[in-house]
């Protein structure tokens, strides 16, 4: 969330102040007004930050908009970019002048990159290429700052408004090769998977997509060589969850997939637990067919379920709940083994309660009973 | 409940100093949010039951000189330009300061409806930078000032909607990922607005508990580090919920324990920050102590989690909703 840190001030060398300039001469600078917290000490703070905005106070209070209040504003931002006021006249004058906005864009590359976590920034940014309608070199740009913070909350929205505002097949064709490649440095990066949905789920059906089906069946894939990659990922499963839930799939189809995730390692496997799980999974179905056949042994080799590597931290919780999901809703459909289905989803929930996610007990037991308020249903 | 405490006093004379460094360049850079953080340092004082630790009629006075009144808004700063979220922060300070009469009512209404945009979301500004949070501030503003009837609810609501994603939680703007701190201002406008059937509350209540990691410390997106602050966003998001016991409240009160200044080594700092060994302030500081207010920490003023404001003021105003924290507990 917000922080309030403080960018230092080291980065100009040249500074005059503003009263030793002859084309400043003409302004009388305008002290901050302090109001009842004035402070009894002489102002130290900063000379130039000071100098900077008293005159930028009385540019304001003259209402000047003129090639030197870029000036200025640019000062007090590389200064101070949170400066909402500063901005703001900044843009108002950039309209009033008629000013150059792809000299202005060009400014704002190197100052994004400097104040990547400022919102103002990226505000500025939509305000400058909303005027300009010239969206697709944004996505090169947005895809660097990326490299420089790759989780970054801004920079990401900025990449969804570029998309959906300007909804140019061209926009939308790099995105997913995009994605995989943030999702290839990171398979933990949140915001790469929720890019991941946005593009292939809410923005509407691309051509060579029209096949619903053949598209839950890629995602899914997708998804589940990732999770063999990192089994305790919680937004890989949040992803797989989303996808069955965004197409009313039923969970049952991934049965054969969680299974060996909600499983707890045998005990002869116990001392060779390491701590993450992140090991390189040689039975996801883009290995190599030479580790599957070192790797596999006697298991029946199942291309479409990839494994856990033995080296997983096992039992998933995501994967225990999934299993869960899968039992409560066979009990809805199926009358017959209805009773036990929903005993073994209890049993699971308990295991979570208990052993596998005590922190999240009182969950856990929420679903054990709602679980339980199934059995009525289907007496 | 382990073993350390929270370090009232010390931060109760850490806020006090705060206003007093204003020969720092720190404090001048960080003008654009000099009311907001008034409010979060009284609210701090208000749930840590110092409210009368700062000066009534210096906060009055400096609150005013904030008006901007060519826009009819507050902006952060005598000579910023008004602005949504000081708006809100100015006239919470007056409410708690029981002084909500200073401000032109009318004005502000129609400050506050005039940043309204067509879809429905809310700018903060001229600027017209639009979030969640935006929407919050005005519904929260309008309510206190009661005049929600002149909200268009249905465009407002039809907005949030669209911000609300796959996991169930809510993103800043239209497409955005979801975090806790956008979760709590949607869930709290709804609460508002008694529009709670707009979320699956199970789903929702359920990522927020997930928001919880081993060393009970709470993160705001799934894969991302644990920070104080979130332990209000999330915290009242569930109480609103009502699914607060979802979290395991001993090991949260213990990790933002363990973030207080005063744990580390000087004991002269105080505040609570981000995450234990770093710097306090203020921020983290109302968010951790109103954390714990809502995890029933001993011997702390109740907070309404929806307004952020003392609960006890909130009902008098009769703006309580439904909501429900972890009850007081004692030393
Ligand atoms: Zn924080």
Same mark, same amino acid.
């Given at each position: ?16 102040p503003?009263?030793e300039?002859?084309?400043w ?7 901050q ?34 090639e030197?209040?870029?000036e ?19 843009y ?41 309608r ?19 909350y ?22 997913? /090769? ?9 398979l ?10 946005f ?7 691309r ?9 839950v ?37 991934l049965e ?14 116990e ?6 799980d ?6 996801? /179905?883009?290995?190599?067919s ?7 042994d ?6 479409e379920?990839?494994i856990?590597s033995?080296r997983?931290e096992?039992?998933? /919780?995501q ?11 066979s ?11 929903i005993d ?12 596998y ?8 037991e ?5 679980a ?8 | ?8 006093l ?14 720092d ?13 008034i409010?979060?340092g ?6 840590m ?10 906060m ?12 009819g808004g ?12 000081p ?21 502000i ?6 940043l ?42 039809g ?8 996991d169930g ?5 239209e ?17 508002i607005l ?7 509350q ?41 699914r ?27 505040g609570?920050?981000?995450r ?21 920490y001993?011997?702390?003023d109740?907070?309404d989690?929806?307004?952020c ?19 007081r507990?004692?030393l």
């Open positions: 969330m917000q922080r309030l840190l403080v960018e230092s001030l080291d980065t100009h060398q040249e500074y005059v503003y009263g300039r002859p084309e001469q003409d302004l009388t600078p305008i002290q007004d302090e109001g009842s917290l004035a402070p009894l000490a002489p102002i130290m703070y900063g000379d130039e930050y000071k100098d900077s905005t008293n005159y930028f106070r009385a540019i304001v209070q003259k209402g000047e908009y003129s030197r209040v870029l200025i504003t640019e000062h007090i931002i590389r200064q101070n970019p949170s400066h909402y006021s500063v901005w703001q006249y900044r108002d004058t950039l309209l009033a002048i008629k000013a150059d906005l792809i000299a202005e864009l060009e400014l704002m590359d190197e100052i994004a990159t400097t104040f990547l976590k400022t919102y103002q920034v990226w505000h500025h940014r939509r305000l400058l290429i909303t005027h300009l010239a969206p697709r070199p944004e996505l090169m740009f947005i895809a660097n700052a990326l490299q420089a913070d790759k989780k970054n801004h920079t990401w929205a900025y990449r969804q408004w570029i998309l959906a505002e300007f909804n140019e097949d061209e926009l939308w064709d790099g995105e997913l /090769p995009f994605v995989e490649q943030m999702l290839s440095d990171d933990r990066n949140n915001s790469a998977w929720h890019h991941r949905f593009v292939v789920w809410e923005s509407g059906v051509a060579g997509e029209e096949d619903r089906e053949t598209l069946k890629r995602e899914i894939a997708f998804t589940k060589t990732k999770i063999a990659r990192a089994p305790n990922n919680a937004s890989a499963w949040n992803y797989l969850r989303g996808v069955l839930e965004r197409t009313s799939s039923p969970f049952s189809v054969a997939f969680v299974t060996p995730y909600a499983q707890p390692p045998s005990p002869e496997d001392s060779e637990w390491v701590s993450d992140e090991a390189s999974s040689t039975k996801s /179905p883009t290995a190599k030479s580790d599957l056949a070192e790797t596999a006697d298991a029946v080799l199942d291309l379920n990839p856990p033995a997983a096992l039992p998933c /919780p994967a225990i709940e999934f299993l869960a999901d899968i039992r409560e809703q009990a809805q459909n199926n009358g017959t083994t209805a009773r036990s289905d073994e989803a209890i049993k699971l929930y308990a295991s979570l309660a208990t052993k996610d005590t922190m999240r007990e009182r969950y856990w929420f679903r054990q009973r709602e339980s308020k199934l059995i009525p249903a289907i007496a | 409940m382990g073993s350390k405490e929270l370090a009232t010390v931060h109760v004379s850490y806020i006090q100093s705060l206003g007093k460094a204003t020969d360049l720190a404090y001048h850079l960080t003008a654009h949010l000099r009311l907001n953080a409010y979060w009284l609210m701090a004082l208000c749930v039951k110092h409210k009368d630790a700062l000066d009534r009629g210096e009055i006075e400096f609150v005013m000189s904030c008006w901007d009144d060519e826009a507050f902006g952060a700063h005598p000579d910023h330009d008004a602005h949504i979220v708006t809100l922060s100015a006239i919470q300070i007056l409410h708690i300061l029981d002084a909500p009469d200073q401000v032109d009512v009318p004005r209404v129609s400050y506050v409806i005039s309204q945009n067509s879809s429905g979301s809310f700018s903060g500004d001229q600027f017209g930078e639009t979030d969640t949070r935006f929407t919050y501030c005005a519904v929260s503003i309008l309510s206190l000032l009661g005049k929600l009837d002149t909200l268009d609810e249905q465009k407002t609501i907005y949030l909607r669209k911000c609300r994603n796959f939680g809510f993103g800043n703007t497409g955005a990922e979801s975090h806790a701190a956008q979760v709590f201002v949607c869930v709290a406008t709804l609460a008694d529009r709670l059937d707009e979320v699956d199970d789903m929702l209540g359920w990522w927020l508990a997930e928001r919880q990691l081993p060393n009970g410390g709470l993160n705001g997106r799934p894969e991302k580090l644990e920070d104080v602050c979130y332990s209000f966003w999330v915290l009242s998001s569930l109480s609103i919920l009502k607060v016991h979802w979290i395991d409240a001993n090991s949260l009160i213990s990790f933002i324990l363990s973030a207080q200044e005063s744990m580390a080594s000087d004991l002269e700092g105080g609570i920050a981000d234990p060994g770093d710097t306090a302030d203020v921020f983290h500081t109302v968010f951790g102590a109103a954390g714990l207010s809502l995890l029933g001993p011997d702390l109740d907070l989690p929806v307004y404001m003392p609960s006890r003021l909130i009902e008098s105003l009769g703006l309580k909703k439904d909501w429900v924290a972890l009850g507990r004692t």
